[in-house]
């Protein structure tokens, strides 16, 4: 059944759930739908979505970011909600959709506005919010009471939003994102020489969630211990933490770090920086899927992960990848050093890796089951 779709997303730009939602339109045109997506500014993700056969409105609207995300933030959005849901229900209706997809959990009145349309809402939420306070983390995920029916990126993601909105739980399901591999077949993990460097990529948003700060500490910690060790990192930072990346260019330029450490800003496609590797790591504090993981699996790199939320559904640990504590730049780097000692155990690790990437976390898996989220939605 051919149906008109409206697609609410925060940000135009191309990062993890930029691109989910990327796979999502192209999943949904390729069904036969009619996709239009209202995104509050323009950036690079409006072109990709118009070449992916989208519809695409710059429409204003409310996007929750981490200042607003306290009890007195939260209670002073609640002012301007009234006004906001009739605007964003006017341009619903205006759309002509049969159906709203809310794509995370950071646009608080649209859930509202599409059912004050008549359209069912599907919400698809990409956050694991567990450090909040339990009642911003209440209030920020009570919009979703609203929803239809609601997909999440992980089990933690959903365990999460249970937590303080146990009410959804038979309108929630999981389904892991998909994330495209590579174009080609990647190259051979390199063979390292005696004295050669070892090589280190981490691809992730310029934030402390994502413990940027935590990877360059564990490469000054090998290099204490006599390990060449090189980091390349690949991203920008939100509007916001400038300071943040002022931080880590600051400690990238001490002695024990100067001509380690790049900064590269946003680089796409990342696979050359990824084959250039001879591990990648994401030391995020918080992660509710993680897709950089699994295109580190995709590019047969031995992987070093975080044992947080959605990263330790995403690698096993000795298997596919090496979990350590987070926030930890020794446990880090000790999982490194691993990694650099034993080259065949590394080799075998991203071979493994590799082959379960393309099982578990195909883009057509995901597709398909993003269309089938769809269909029921409007079924039901």
Known sequence: MSATIL???PSPDLYGSDRQLLETVLALVGAGHRVKVALPHDGPLAGALRQAGAAVALVP??????????????????????PETARLRGVVAA??????VVNTVT?????????????????????AESTQNRLVRTGLNAPLLAATRVVTNSEAAR???LDVQPLLARR?????????????EPGALRERLPGASFRVALVARLSPRKGIDVALEAVALLASEGVDARLRVCGTVFPGYEWYEEELRGRASEPDLAGRVELLGYVHPTWPVLEWADAVIVPSRVEPFGNTAVEAMHAARPLVASQVQGLMEVVTDGVTGLLVEPDSPRALA??????????HRA????????????????????????????AGTLRG
């Open 159 to 161: 365990r999460a939003l």
């Open 172 to 184: 929630t399901e999981v389904v892991h994102n998909g994330v495209p591999g590579p174009p080609t």
């Open 107 to 127: 646009m608080p009145w649209w859930p509202a506005a599409g059912r004050a349309a008549g359209v069912p809402v599907l919400v698809h939420v990409h956050e």
């Open 7 to 9: 697609v609410a997303h």
């Open 61 to 82: 609207f409310t996007v929750l970011r981490k200042a607003l995300l306290t009890p007195r933030g939260l209670a002073a959005l609640v002012g301007g909600a009234a």
């Open 95 to 100: 759309s002509g959709a049969d159906l709203l």
């Open 347 to 374: 080799a075998g690790l991203a071979r493994t890796a590799q082959a379960e990437a393309a099982e578990r976390f195909s883009v057509e898996r995901y597709r398909a089951a993003m269309v089938e989220a769809v």
């Open 334 to 343: 000790d999982a490194l050093l691993s990694l650099a000692a034993d080259p």
